[in-house]
């Protein structure tokens, strides 16, 4: 596709669901963000994937929360045991470089997930 | 420490007139990059422009111009000739080249062009 896609684009979990949520970046691109944004804020780092190596995972708020690339394409953020905290919009980016110095992050429209 | 203060939390500018949304920032890395993304209520965040620590002039992209105060640490966003089109939050973000590669975003501005 012609940008980073993200589905689905709307879930709806009960508190205690699993979650699955899946990026397909540009093709060819090497890096791979993973951001949560909460209502109002700005996005705050999740997890880091250069090709199917995950180098950051410093900013996944608990265990509940793991990210996957295995083949260095598509990428999975799972959430398991949901909780009401975990409402937000979490948006995948990806860029063509290894290394962020001058080079811009293109950014999927994100999933808004619900926790009720 | 915040990484990134956006303090102007709503702007409003009128269609065809300038506006300069405000951004510092704080790093004690000597290489780092600066960067503005606009994000629509589709949600996407779309790049905007980019400036290096190292880069000797003010970044501009089309109607958009970065006013780069190193010694100040801020990063002001100036938009020319503001179009309806122009409504969105507006984003300020840091990459630092050392440590992690990951893009540490401010809180936003919501910037409103009325006709």
């Known amino acids: 596709g012609a940008g980073v896609s993200q589905s689905p684009r709307y879930k709806v979990a009960k508190r205690g669901q699993d979650v699955a949520l899946r990026c397909d970046p540009i093709s060819g691109h090497v890096s791979l963000f993973w951001y949560q944004q909460a209502l109002g804020q700005g996005p705050e780092f999740l997890t880091y994937?250069?090709?199917?190596?995950?180098?950051?995972k410093s900013g996944l708020p608990s265990d509940r929360f793991f990210a996957e690339r295995p083949e260095g394409s598509v990428s999975t953020l799972k959430i398991q045991r949901t909780q009401q905290e975990d409402s937000a919009v979490y948006l995948c980016a990806s860029s063509p470089a290894e290394s962020l110095q001058r080079e811009k992050l293109f950014f999927g429209s994100g999933t808004q997930l619900s926790v009720l | 420490a915040q990484k990134i203060t956006q303090t102007q939390p709503g702007m409003f500018v009128q269609e065809k007139e300038a506006v300069t949304l405000d951004c510092t920032y704080d790093t004690s890395d000597p290489s780092y990059g600066l960067f503005w993304y606009k994000q629509p209520s589709s949600g996407e965040m779309i790049f905007l422009i980019y400036q290096g620590s190292y880069d000797q002039q003010n970044a501009t992209e089309g109607r958009y111009s970065l006013n780069f105060q190193k010694a100040r640490k801020s990063a002001n966003l100036v938009i020319s000739a503001s179009q309806l089109g122009d409504s969105a939050m507006y984003f300020c973000a840091m990459f630092e080249s050392t440590g992690f590669q990951k893009l540490v975003f401010g809180t936003g501005t919501r910037l409103l062009v009325s006709p």
């Open positions: 994937f250069q090709n199917e190596a995950q180098l950051d």
